[in-house]
């Protein structure tokens, strides 16, 4: 059975400050693994999906890296703004012919102008 | 800008009562999900459907819920009876099995938010 953890649960940053958000899973059998946003009272918004095959996804401030044999994949937000408060979910959806998508519980980031 | 739609937004009902909540996926996508979310088990899946067919609901309280999808632009998710502990945030996510650097991106919607008292 997949699982997915994320470290910290909560995260505290002056505006400004370049921050990593870590995922890691058990199971590395994975298809892809995609990163996503959520607002207070909002749905998830993707940010980032990394295919099994590939290292690493840039969009913008955001870099996202994948290690599938490690089991781990980091979220690098740089510069970071306000604006970017909000939780951040790993995603990972396992290869196989279903392909179930289990989350991990999220990091909950606050940026301080 | 295709998303996914989910009706209603908010529900706040009485404790047996019947809750249907309904979901447009995007046009196209033959993969849809539903989670529910709760501070206390984060996002769980409830049910998975490929091309309308339910792949796996092992994660959905049988005797109360139930999960449908009578055509391509809907599904349904139902809790009869509805029970306090059912309050959560219920989502409903679409994507497609395609290939390439975007296939299988999962998009979801903004979530139908049930309070059961």
């Known amino acids: 059975k997949q699982e997915v953890t994320q470290i910290p649960a909560a995260l505290s940053v002056p505006e400004g400050e370049n921050l990593v958000l870590n995922c890691s899973f058990t199971?590395?059998?994975?298809?892809?693994l995609q990163w996503f946003r959520q607002d207070p009272g909002k749905g998830l918004t993707s940010l980032l999906l990394?295919?099994?095959?590939?290292r690493e996804q840039t969009s913008g401030r955001l870099n996202a890296s994948l290690d599938k044999s490690s089991g781990r994949s980091t979220l690098y937000i740089a510069a970071s703004q306000p604006g970017d408060s909000a939780t951040y979910l790993c995603?990972?959806?396992?290869?196989?012919?279903?392909?179930?998508?289990?989350f991990g519980t999220g990091t909950k980031l606050q940026v301080i102008p | 800008d295709a998303r996914v739609t989910q009706t209603p937004r908010h529900k706040v009902t009485e404790m047996g009562q019947e809750v249907t909540m309904r979901c447009q996926p995007i046009?196209?996508?033959?993969?849809v999900f539903w989670y529910r979310q709760t501070m206390m088990q984060g996002l769980e899946l409830l049910a998975y459907?490929?091309?309308?067919?339910?792949?796996?609901d092992s994660g959905m309280p049988k005797d109360r819920f139930s999960a449908e999808m009578p055509d391509a632009t809907l599904a349904t998710l139902k809790i009869q009876p509805s029970e306090p502990r059912d309050s959560a945030v219920y989502f409903c996510?679409?994507?497609?099995?395609?290939?390439?650097?975007?296939?299988?991106?999962?998009?979801f919607g903004e979530g139908s938010w049930l309070t059961v008292v």
């Open positions: 996510a679409s994507g497609s099995r395609t290939g390439g650097l975007s296939g299988n991106t999962i998009y």
């Open positions: 995603a990972v959806m396992n290869s196989g012919g279903y392909q179930k998508v289990t």
């Open positions: 046009l196209g996508h033959n993969t």
């Open positions: 459907f490929r091309n309308r067919a339910p792949l796996d």
């Open positions: 199971d590395s059998a994975i298809y892809n």
């Open positions: 990394i295919q099994s095959s590939q």
